[in-house]
C-alpha cells in the first residue's frame, strides 16, 4: 500500500513544513531525504538541502558552501539590494548592475566597486557583504559542476548571520540558475529555515522556483510558523502542519480548513495536506536520528583550474571624479522593477520547455 509520503513525493505541487521549535520539522526534513535516497529508483530525484542548523545528511556528502561567480552574476543586484535595504538597497542594485558585466570574478566586482564607495553608500554595504562571504571562503572566481551541490550544503560553518542568510539567497540564485539552463533536473531542493530569506522578499523567491516544477523539481520549504502576509501563496501546496501557536492557528484557521488540534500535536506528529487529495490526514514521523557535532567540509571544495579573465585598469578616484560630467547618468531600479525582471526570467524559462512532467496521477487512498 501506497503511503503518503508517496504521493506527497508523487504530487506536483511544492511542499512547505511549518512547526515551532522542537515540534518535528527537522525531522521530518531528514526523514523526507532518507526516503527519496533509500527509493531512488521510484522517485528518480536527488536531494539539494540548504542546511540552516547543520542537523542533516545525505549519501552524497556534506558540503562547504560555494558560490560562483559566473552562475550568480544575473542575480547579484536584486539579492545585494535586498540585504542593505536599510543601507540605500535601490542604489546598491544600480551600481551593481553597472559592474557585473564588465567583470568576470568576484574580486574584480570588488575592486571595481570600491571605486564609487566614497561617494556610494550603496556600493559601500555591498562591498562589505561581499568581503564578508570572500572572507569565510563562500565565494569563488571559478566555475563549479552542478553536480556539487547535490547532497546537504552546511549554512552552519558561517557563523555570522546576516552572511548566512545572504549565502542561502545566493545559493538559490545558482541552483535556480542551473536548473533553468538545463544543468541540474530530477532533484528535491529542501530549504531548512526558510522563515530566513523574509526580507530578501520571499515573493521573488517564490515566484522564482515556482518555475521550476517544468524541470521536474520538487522544492520543501520549512517555516517555524505561517508568514501572515505569504500565508495565501503557501498554503496553496502541499503542507505538512506539526504543532504551531494557537494565536497562529486562530488568526489562519479559515484558510484551507486547518485541523482543529493543529495547536497540540505531539512531537512527530503532523497534519499532512496533498493538493490532489484535498483532504488533511494525520500521520506520525518515524524517529530519524539527526547529525550531531560538526564536521570538517572544507576540503570537500573542489580544486578547479581559473579561467583567464579580460584586464580590467582601475580608474583613480581622482580621475573618476574630474571626469564626472562625461559620467552617464544612472537609472535606479525600484523593487517592483526587480521584481518584474525576474518574472521575465522566470517566463523565458518556461516557455523553454512546453511539455509538462511525465507520469500519471496516483489515485489511491492514503494511510
Known amino acids: 500500500m501506497k503511503k503518503w509520503y508517496d504521493d506527497l513525493i508523487a504530487s506536483r505541487n511544492h511542499t512547505v513544513i511549518f512547526g515551532t521549535t522542537g515540534s518535528g520539522k527537522s525531522t521530518t526534513l531528514q526523514f523526507l531525504i532518507n526516503v527519496l535516497e533509500e527509493h531512488y529508483a521510484r522517485y528518480g530525484l536527488k536531494p539539494i538541502v540548504l542546511d540552516w542548523c547543520g542537523e542533516h545528511y545525505s549519501k552524497y556528502g556534506i558540503k562547504y558552501p560555494v558560490i560562483s561567480y559566473a552562475a550568480v552574476r544575473e542575480y547579484l543586484p536584486s ?48 562591498i562589505d557583504r561581499l568581503k564578508a562571504l570572500m572572507y569565510a571562503d563562500v565565494l569563488t572566481d571559478v566555475e563549479l559542476e552542478p553536480e556539487y551541490y547535490i547532497g546537504v550544503i552546511d549554512l552552519s560553518v558561517i557563523k555570522d548571520v546576516e552572511a548566512r542568510r545572504l549565502t542561502m539567497a545566493l545559493l538559490l540564485a545558482v541552483i535556480y540558475n542551473f536548473i533553468i539552463d538545463k544543468k541540474l533536473s530530477n532533484v528535491a531542493v529542501f530549504i531548512d529555515e526558510a522563515f530566513t530569506l523574509y526580507r530578501y522578499n520571499l515573493q521573488i523567491v517564490i515566484e522564482a522556483l515556482q518555475a521550476v516544477r517544468k524541470y521536474n523539481v520538487k522544492l520543501f520549504l520549512v517555516f517555524q510558523n505561517i508568514p501572515v502576509d505569504y500565508a495565501d501563496e503557501l498554503l496553496s501546496h502541499n503542507v505538512i502542519l506539526h504543532r504551531i501557536p494557537e494565536p497562529a492557528y486562530v488568526e489562519l484557521r479559515y484558510r484551507r480548513a486547518l485541523p482543529g488540534n493543529a ?75 526587480v521584481l518584474k525582471m525576474l518574472r521575465k526570467q522566470i517566463k523565458r524559462g518556461e516557455e523553454e520547455l512546453e511539455q509538462p512532467i511525465p507520469g500519471e496521477d496516483i489515485e489511491v487512498e492514503v494511510e
Open 79 to 126: 539579492v545585494l539590494a535586498a540585504s542593505v535595504i536599510g543601507s540605500s538597497g535601490i542604489a546598491t542594485a544600480a551600481a551593481v548592475r553597472d559592474l557585473i558585466y564588465e567583470v568576470d570574478t568576484f574580486s574584480r566586482l570588488i575592486e571595481c566597486l570600491q571605486l564609487h564607495a566614497s561617494r556610494d553608500i550603496g556600493a559601500k554595504a555591498a
Open 263 to 337: 495547536p497540540k500535536l505531539k512531537p512527530g506528529e503532523a497534519y499532512v495536506y496533498i493538493d490532489e487529495r484535498a483532504k488533511w490526514v494525520h500521520v506520525k514521523i518515524p524517529p530519524t536520528e539527526l547529525r550531531k557535532g560538526s564536521v570538517d567540509i572544507k576540503s570537500t571544495v573542489p580544486t578547479i583550474r581559473v579561467k583567464a579573465v579580460p584586464s580590467i585598469v582601475p580608474v583613480p578616484q581622482q580621475a573618476a571624479t574630474q571626469s564626472t560630467p562625461q559620467q552617464p547618468s544612472v537609472k535606479f531600479m525600484t523593487a517592483d522593477e
